[in-house]
Structure formats: C-alpha cells, structure tokens
C-alpha cells in the first residue's frame, strides 16, 4: 500500500509558477513510477507528467511541455510538479499517483494509487 499527499496548490495569476509536492509513505517510493493528472470541472481527467522509478526519464503531455517539469527526490519519497507560465486553462484538480505496472505510463489505468488532489486556480 502506498498513501499520496498533495500540496502547494493555490490561486496565481496567469504566467506565474507553482510548485506541487506528493509525500508517498507505505510501500518503496523507489519501486514506482510516478505520474501527475489533471481534472478541469466538467472534464475527463488527464494525464499531464510522468517520471521513471530511477528519475532518469521523463515524459510530459503536449499542453503543458516546457512549461512544467516532473521531478522527484527519492531520499524524501516525494515526488514535485513545478509549473511555470501558467495559464487559466492550467486550472483543475491535480493528482500524484504511483504505478508499480510500468515503466513510464501515461494511462490513468496503470496506476495503483492516487492521492486526494489539490486544487490550482489560475486567474486571467
């Protein structure tokens, strides 16, 4: 079993920077890929970042790609989502989750867990 928490969400105005944080305790940390969704209200959630076990290998959605970068510390168990040049249609739910299924997945069905979400407000 492996447990996520969110953090660093918050309201920013459009072209500023967040930075998210997923905490993971249970299971190795280090034995999981690690993915960042979002869920804009009314929409189907979508995949935004993914990053190996290892941290070598990244893989990013095409609408948020060389605005966001996928990262993780693996001594913390945490796993961060900074996020720059942010737009209002960056505004959703965002969620960490972990996968022991593959390498670098992009699907929301290979991964085993999910955290609660925080919520990012991008203002116009």
């Known amino acids: 079993q492996v447990q996520l928490v969110e953090s660093g969400g918050g309201l920013v105005q459009a072209g500023g920077s967040l930075r998210l944080s997923c905490a993971a305790s249970?299971?190795?940390?280090?034995?999981?890929?690690m993915g960042w969704f979002r869920q804009a209200p009314g929409k189907e959630r979508e995949f935004v970042a993914t990053i190996s076990r290892s941290g070598g290998s990244t893989y990013y959605a095409d609408s948020v790609r060389g605005r966001f970068t996928i990262s993780r510390d693996n001594a913390k168990d945490t796993v961060y989502l900074q996020m720059d040049n942010l737009k209002p249609e960056d505004t959703a739910v965002y969620y960490c989750a972990a996968s022991s299924n593959s390498p670098l997945p992009t699907a929301g069905r290979s991964y085993d867990y999910w955290g609660q979400g925080t919520q990012v407000t991008v203002s116009s």
């Open positions: 249970g299971r190795t940390f280090t034995n999981a890929a």
